[in-house]
Structure formats: C-alpha cells, structure tokens
C-alpha cells in the first residue's frame, strides 16, 4: 500500500466514510417511518413506499444488511486510518493512538451522528429513497445476512424472545386519540374534536346524557281531554311519551305532528283517538354506552328510547340528538327546563339548575366534579348529605364550595358554584347560612 498516494488513500476514506453514513442514515430513517403513512404510499402504489414495506416486513434482514455493511465499511475505514497515520507520523505507538482518536471522531460526526439526525428528522424522504439501495444489496449479500442471522435467531432462541411482527402493529384506542390530538396542523380543528368525542361514546353511558325522569314531558291519558289538547298544542319536543296514570305505566310514544293534523281535521276528541296514534315504547337498560345505543337506533330506526333501571323503573329519557350532541356538540335550540345555562358573577361564582349533568358542569365549567355516582348536582348534593338540604346550606365537594341558593318540593332548585378552595379544607365543610 506503500505505492498508494496519499492523497488516494484520503479520498477513499472520505468515500468510506459517505459509505457508512449512508447505511446509517438508511437504518434510521427506515426505524423512524411512520408506518401507517407507508401504508398509505403503499396503497397509492409508490414504488419506494413497496420496497420500504417489503424491507420492514422483514426486520432482521434489514438489519443484516445494514449492520453488515456498515461495520464492514467501518473496519476499512479505521484500517485505512491507521495506514495513513503510520505513513504521515511513522509506525509507532503514538500514530497508533492518534489514528485510533481521529478514526472515531471521523466516524462519530461524519458516519453516525450527523446522518441518524438528518434521518430521523426526513425519514420518509430518505427511508424511501434508501429502499432503491438496499433491496438489490440486500439480494446480493443475502447468503451472508442468512448466516448471520442463524446466530442472532439462536441467541434470541435461548434467550426465550420472540422478535415483533412489523407488518402487523396495531394501535390502542388510546393511542389513536393520542394521534388525533396531535394532529393539530392537518386536522381541523372542529373535526379533531368530533374525533375526540368519538373515542369517548365507549366510556360514556345514557345515564350520563340522558333527561332525568323528573324533566321528562309526558302526557296522562286520565287526564281531560281538553287539557290533553291543551298540552300538546304547547309542547316543546315533537314527540311525547304517553302514559297511563304515572311515568311506570307507558303507552307507547305520540308524535306531535300527527296529533295536531287529527286536531286540525277535528278527529281528535278523547284519549282513546290519541291512543290509536301511539308508536312503541322503545327500552333502554340503563348502563349501555353510547357507542352502542347509537348502533341500536340505527338498527332499529328509533329516535327516542326509555331508559329503565334492572326493576323496570323508568330512569329517563335518551334521544337520538343527545348522542350527537356529544360528537358535534350542542345544536342551537335548547329544550326548557334542561338545566344547561349558567349565570356567572363577578365574583367568579356560577349559579346553575339543580338539575344540570355533572358531566356537563365538567365539559363547560372545566371542573373536576366526581361522576362515579349522581349524574346531576341535585343528586351529588343529597347523596353527599343524605338529607335534602335548606336553602343558603354550603358543602365542599371535590374541592368546590356548592351553595343551595333554592330548593322545590323533593328536589334543589338552583346551585352558587363557587371558585375551588385549599384542598386541604376536608369535603362536607357545612355552612348553614340560611
């Protein structure tokens, strides 16, 4: 090698040392591809994203041919080194050291860190690209990459591991909302948050959306005829459920525009004609997700269902609306009596209706009340008091200050929510002020 120049000897080593950035910068990028977006090249039929995908299925081999070429080229490079220190300082120990120093500091910011930057920051760029690359090399030292592997695939034998399927990663709900909410810059904004909803209609039940039995409009057929017409005539919703006696005995369901067309035709006099225009009840067991509730509307083509306890007692009422409301959001139009305004003050309090959903309260007020029991604040309250509280009576719950400004009959009427407190301060700190 004597006869070598050395400037040869120098461009070739700056050409190994290309060499081995490129199987580096080839293995990071193709480790840091995200590997549903190569699905989806694969899918539009692009070439690169083909063999990058036929390189992954495999990863072992990958690595074989990658690894292989890059500690070959390493070994040359350090060897060519060596000769090249021992031609410009002569053969001794301190050329040695020398070399070996100036080796791996050539090899470390040319070879390896420089180029595992520039892939794992373009990885789809150069991973595709490199695919051009290592698929004929990787058929051309595929006797060596066997080999070698008959040794890795024995270690990993011994040592009772079993290498990961690439081709068939799957992905967690939790994962997948993970990718949606940081997917800031290609989802809109509107549709990311539909996306959001969607994950959560499994963990969602009609308990939590549904109008307690207490709001439920529902017509009596023992009552009069004319306060019968009466009540439909003034009704919010467009359809009623209809009942004989008290919300447990169920007729089946009245849709209000039929009614009034039978009202304009002068058919409709007694509450047996309004009985000939009821639709089944349709039952919900209390407790279903969403998720599924939406599936079984649609199976059934049902709008509206009755959501009852495992004693048959009817809990509420569920619609096909309020479960879209939970993926787009609140429509425009609010029924009365639903309990979903708030009054704020200066002094940063809310007044709320006693009988607005906790998790409602939690999704507009940002609070961090528990859900794990009453589905509305009335209910949290008596649950936490066991006693129906007198107005001006103040109890922390979670943190919250909640005052009983008025009660009606059985139930609170209206709630002072309150800016939370020291934690510290132990929940059912009473106050009766009233």
Known sequence: ????????????????????????????????????????????????????????????RLLGVVLLGNNFVNSLSAALFTVIMFRTLGENEWALWIGSAGVTFCILVLSEITPKIIGATYPERIALASAYVLTPLLRIAWPVVWFVNLFVQSILWLLRLKPKD?????????????????????????????????????????????????????????????????????????????????????????HVRRALSLVRQGGLAEASDIEALLAQPYFVPAGTALF???????????????????????????????????LVGEFTTTAPG????????????????????????????????PMDGPKTLNGLIVDYLRDLPEPG???????????????????IRSVRIHPRVDADVPDMALDRSG
């Open 393 to 411: 009576t103040t109890v922390k719950i979670a943190g919250y200050p909640l005052e009983v400004v008025q009660t009606q009959e059985r139930s």
């Open 166 to 254: 690439e081709g068939r990663q799957n992905m967690t709900p939790e994962e997948l909302r993970t990718l949606v909410l940081e997917g800031g810059h290609y989802i809109p904004q509107k549709h990311r948050s539909i996306l959001v909803n969607l994950f959560e209609l499994e963990r969602i039940t009609v308990d939590d959306v549904m109008t307690p039995r207490g709001q439920v409009e529902w017509l009596d057929l023992e009552s009069p005829p004319e306060q019968l017409l009466a009540e439909i005539a003034t009704c919010y919703h467009t359809r009623l459920v209809v009942c004989r006696g008290d919300l447990n005995n169920v007729i089946g369901i009245l």
């Open 338 to 369: 639903r309990g979903d305004t708030f009054a704020r003050s200066e002094d940063g309090s809310v007044l709320v209706e006693g009988s607005t959903t906790l998790r409602s309260l939690n999704r507009k007020l940002d609070l961090k009340l």
């Open 1 to 60: 090698m004597n006869e070598i120049p050395l400037q040869t000897l120098l461009v070739a080593l700056f050409v190994l040392l290309l060499v081995s950035g490129f199987f580096s910068i080839a293995e990071t990028s193709m480790m840091a591809l995200n590997r549903y977006r190569l699905r989806h090249l694969v899918s539009t039929g692009n070439r690169g994203a083909i063999m990058a995908a036929a390189l992954l299925d495999r990863t072992d």
């Open 292 to 326: 599924t509730q939406l599936a079984h509307f649609q199976e059934q083509h049902e709008r509206i269902g009755l959501i009852v306890d495992e004693y048959g007692e009817l809990q509420g009422l569920v619609t096909l609306e309020d479960i879209l409301e939970e």
